[in-house]
């Protein structure tokens, strides 16, 4: 029996979600860099972190969805693993794959490859983009995030 389509994981392949992911990123950015005294670097490196946190929470740590429309069938699974069916490489998990890389990238370049900066940035990286890799989907570190069992 197919499965009806599942809101709340649709939403990254509507029209308009990459410009309004860029758009908040820009806004967020700008915001940070207002705030006096903030460096070039410090406002890049806060920028990627607050993204590379909220988005790890809301993709990669909730679990299941915010509606009882479903009767269960994805209170087990996150936000990353419930998008496209769970298929690897579609094009809504590779721009939000891509996001992150570009965010890590101008950030080293405007920290001008501080070393420190980077080691951040860079553990922050990877730290976001290991659980989007096909090989992770639906696997539990440690039993970090793992869903309790109610039997």
Do not use: C
């Not at 758009?23 to 590379?52: D, K």
């Not at 993709?59 to 769970?86: A, C, I, R, S, Y």
């Not at 490859?113 to 080691?119: R, V």
Request: glycine fraction near 6%; avoid cysteine; proline fraction near 7%.
């Amino acid at each position: 029996m197919e499965s009806f389509s599942n809101t709340n994981s649709s939403w990254p392949n509507l029209r308009g979600s990459i410009a309004t992911n860029i758009f908040v990123l820009a806004v967020l950015r700008l915001g940070i860099g207002m705030i006096p005294g903030m460096t070039t670097e410090a406002a890049w490196t806060i920028t990627n972190l607050l993204y590379y946190v909220i988005t790890f929470i809301m993709f990669h740590w909730v679990l299941g969805v915010p509606f009882q429309l479903n009767q269960g069938e994805f209170e087990d699974m996150t936000l990353w693993e419930q998008m496209d069916k769970g298929e690897p490489f579609t094009p809504a998990k590779k721009y939000l794959t891509m996001i992150p890389i570009i965010l890590f990238l101008l950030g080293t370049h405007y920290s001008h490859y501080d070393g420190p900066t980077f080691a951040i940035n860079f553990i922050a990286l990877v730290v976001v983009l290991i659980p989007k890799f096909p090989s992770m989907h639906k696997v539990r570190i440690f039993g970090i995030n793992q869903k309790p069992n109610t039997d």
